[in-house]
């Protein structure tokens, strides 16, 4: 069984940046990928990025990509997703999830076998 427990979240203004954590506990095995996904009010769950914990490669939705940064340290279990140049629009529940991908595969967020309990982030001014 995996846990994972987010952090980082709170309020920003518009152009800030905010740095959430993802500790997982329990059992990793070598062929995972963890992401993060958002889901604002009265809309669907966004995979927004993820990463590799083999190989470490990485997948960024189009919407975040070149503004957000996932990253990991395998020895502390730990990823985090580095957000910068947020926007309104940014605002929603952060999740971050878990699941087995086979070796070399390419992540994408489209599902988790196991998931935070997310933490709210808010942009505004």
């Known amino acids: 069984q995996l846990q994972l427990v987010e952090s980082g979240g709170g309020f920003v203004q518009p152009g800030g940046s905010l740095r959430l954590s993802c500790a997982a506990s329990g059992f990793i095995s070598d062929y995972y990928a963890i992401g993060w996904f958002r889901q604002a009010p009265g809309k669907e769950r966004e995979g927004l990025s993820c990463?590799?914990?083999?190989?470490?490669?990485?997948y960024y939705a189009d919407s975040v990509k070149g503004r957000f940064t996932i990253s990991r340290d395998n020895a502390k279990n730990t990823v985090w997703l580095q957000m910068s140049s947020l926007r309104p629009e940014d605002t929603a529940v952060y999740y971050c999830a878990a699941w087995a991908i086979p070796p070399q595969a390419i992540c994408v967020p489209t599902r988790g076998d196991y998931w935070g309990q997310g933490t709210q982030v808010t942009v505004s001014s």
């Open positions: 990463i590799s914990t083999s190989d470490g490669g990485t």
